[in-house]
């Protein structure tokens, strides 16, 4: 991002709080989870088909209010991806 870049983005955000506006950001983000067996039974189980290797994948999702600074919604859930049966 340019230096005219972050100014106008600045210039913007400054405006948008003077006039009451709301500016929300989304962000989905695939979290390794902890090897556990409740994790897998709540998760499932990835594998990159090597024999033995397991981990639990989750997909974290949050709403954040951008001028207000703060986290409006958040939650995990199970993402699905190379995604096995249980054993």
């Not at 695939?30 to 033995?52: A, C, H, R, W």
């Not at 639990?56 to 954040?64: C, D, F």
């Amino acid at each position: 991002m340019t230096g005219i870049n972050i100014i106008a983005l600045e210039y913007s955000l400054s405006r948008a709080r003077k006039v009451g506006d709301h500016l929300f950001a989304i962000d989905d983000s695939g979290q390794e989870l902890p090897g556990f067996q409740s994790t897998f039974e709540e998760f499932g189980k990835q594998s990159d088909k090597t024999p033995g290797l397991f981990w639990a994948m989750g997909l974290a999702s949050t709403l954040y209010n951008v001028l207000e600074e703060i986290v409006i919604d958040a939650s995990i859930s199970e993402r699905f991806e190379n995604h096995i049966g249980q054993s």
